[in-house]
């Protein structure tokens, strides 16, 4: 089992930053992937950005450019810097892990872009 844990999220200004974390514990195998998802109300769950134990990274193309994905693997932490931010960026942040057929979420973090 992997447990996660997300903190940064909050209100911020149109255009202002925010950096998400997200800190796995538990059975964590070198090789994995991290990620971000959102969801919006009424939407659904779409991802934002992920990134290998390698490195190797992915974003949706609406946050190219304005988002970026680190991953401290002593720590076994992810995080999302994120720049620019607009309103339409306001959702339920949500961490995953994912090895093979394994995936565990975090319990969300509110991201909310308002002036």
């Known amino acids: 089992q992997v447990q996660l844990v997300e903190s940064g999220g909050g209100l911020v200004q149109p255009g202002g930053s925010l950096r998400l974390s997200c800190a796995a514990s538990?059975?964590?195998?070198?090789?994995?992937?991290m990620g971000w998802y959102r969801q919006a109300p009424g939407k659904e769950r779409e991802l934002v950005a992920s990134?290998?134990?390698?490195?190797?990274?992915n974003y949706a193309d609406s946050v190219k450019g304005r988002f970026t994905i680190s991953r401290d693997n002593a720590k076994n932490t992810a995080y999302l810097q994120m720049n620019s931010l607009k309103p339409e960026d306001t959702a339920v942040y949500y961490c995953?892990?994912?090895?093979?057929?394994?995936?565990?979420w975090g319990q969300g973090t509110q991201v909310t872009v308002s002036s």
């Open positions: 990134i290998t134990s390698g490195g190797n990274t």
């Open positions: 538990g059975s964590i195998f070198s090789v994995n992937t």
């Open positions: 995953n892990y994912r090895r093979l057929s394994y995936n565990a």
